[in-house]
């Protein structure tokens, strides 16, 4: 199980699939789904928020981020791993916005991910035009990564751990 915590996060795999449906529903808001993928954008309902859980590759990873005070899911993590790479996709509520949080969690990544014999590279994929997203995973040591191959309007950024 993978699960991690920095000093206002707990990051752990979801452990009950309906209450992490019903949290997709309220973290994706339209903000937040915009800059994610298709599948991601679509998620109108629990029920829609449940397929997609149930719906994950069997080498990805659901991970629920809450704040370390509350029990309240408050975005999630995509953790695909392959090979000695591990594909990580984040996002937060709205409301977290403009806290750090977002540097905290990828910090909290980057430390589970050099306590993980398996990991040696954390691969981060971000829309073009998300300048947030890409300033934390700079600010977090990553490097753009032309080798990894992206869709249009996106960019891939890497770090060695």
Known sequence: MIAFE?????VAEIDDESAAAAALVQVLSPNVAAP?????QTIDSVNAAAAWIAGTAPDE???AVRRADD???VG???LRLDGGAAH???FLAEDQWGQGLGSELVRGLVAWAEGADAVSQLIGIAADDNAASIATM??????RDETVETTPGMVAFSRRV
Do not use: E, M, N
């Open 36 to 40: 994610l993928p298709p599948s991601l």
């Open 61 to 63: 990873r659901l991970l």
């Open 71 to 73: 029990d309240d899911i």
């Open 76 to 78: 999630f993590v995509i």
């Open 138 to 143: 700079k600010r977090a040591g990553f490097v």
């Open 88 to 90: 990580i996709g984040y």
């Open 6 to 10: 920095t000093a206002r996060l707990r």
